[in-house]
């Protein structure tokens, strides 16, 4: 079955150190987005891509970064994890660029920084 | 205040209930959405409408542009259903805005 699929499920990392989520699709989706959801709130957009462009929410901090080598994967860095970056990190993908359009979700990442 | 309200916040009700939970919002939008969260899960989108309404099963969703409002319904409710229920809207691009969310317990 198409899909979007996020690794790993569960990531535990110390503070201060680099830690990378991967996603991939076999959906051949033009968007891929990624998500941050922290307990108990509404999932809040950090980037997307159409293609290979690259688009940063004006508020995502620059300690993420996302990179995005092929349409199937997209890839979220955090460069430097504070506690506060304890989250539930969520993977989407929609087909139409420049139009509402259904999105569909990974099962997430939820990242624990100790 | 936030562009979505959702409610209520929270619902409990017994199996084979109607459920209604709401959906208001501020801004002309291109699309809502209705989506489903298991806890601990990822997300499931239910419905994308524009106007009017959708079924699918027994989930039923509503749209009024012009009160900017919508309804998302379950029939026969089941303990299988209870989720978080979030609203969503598009605003033109493909970003979407989020409600906070409605948790559903359905008792046996």
Not at chain 1, 41 to 48: D, G, I
Not at chain 2, 78 to 105: E, M
């Amino acid at each position: 079955d198409a899909m979007v699929i996020q690794n790993p499920r569960y990531q535990v990392t110390q503070f201060g150190k680099p830690v990378t989520l991967s996603c991939s699709q076999t959906l051949n989706h033009n968007v891929m987005y990624w998500y941050q959801q922290k307990s108990s709130q509404a999932p809040k957009l950090l980037f997307h891509y159409y293609d290979k462009d690259f688009n940063n929410e004006a508020d995502t901090p620059d300690n993420f970064q996302s990179r995005r080598p092929n349409t199937s994967f997209c890839f979220l860095d955090i460069r430097s994890p504070g506690l506060g970056d304890a989250a539930m990190y969520l993977c989407a993908t929609s087909k139409q660029p420049r139009s509402a359009d259904t999105q569909y979700f990974g099962p997430g990442t939820r990242l624990t920084v100790l | 205040k936030n562009e979505v309200e959702q409610s209520p916040q929270n619902l409990t009700a017994q199996e084979g209930e109607f459920i209604t939970i709401n959906c208001s919002y501020s801004v002309g939008i291109s699309a809502l959405h209705w989506l489903q969260q298991h806890p601990g899960g990822g997300i499931v989108s239910l419905f994308m409408l524009s106007s009017g309404k959708k079924k699918h099963g027994r989930l039923i969703a509503t749209i009024n542009i012009q009160e900017k409002h919508s309804s998302l319904h379950i029939t026969a409710s089941h303990p299988r259903d209870s989720a978080v229920y979030i609203c969503a809207i598009n605003q033109g691009a493909q970003k979407l805005v989020f409600g906070q969310g409605t948790r559903l317990t359905i008792n046996p």
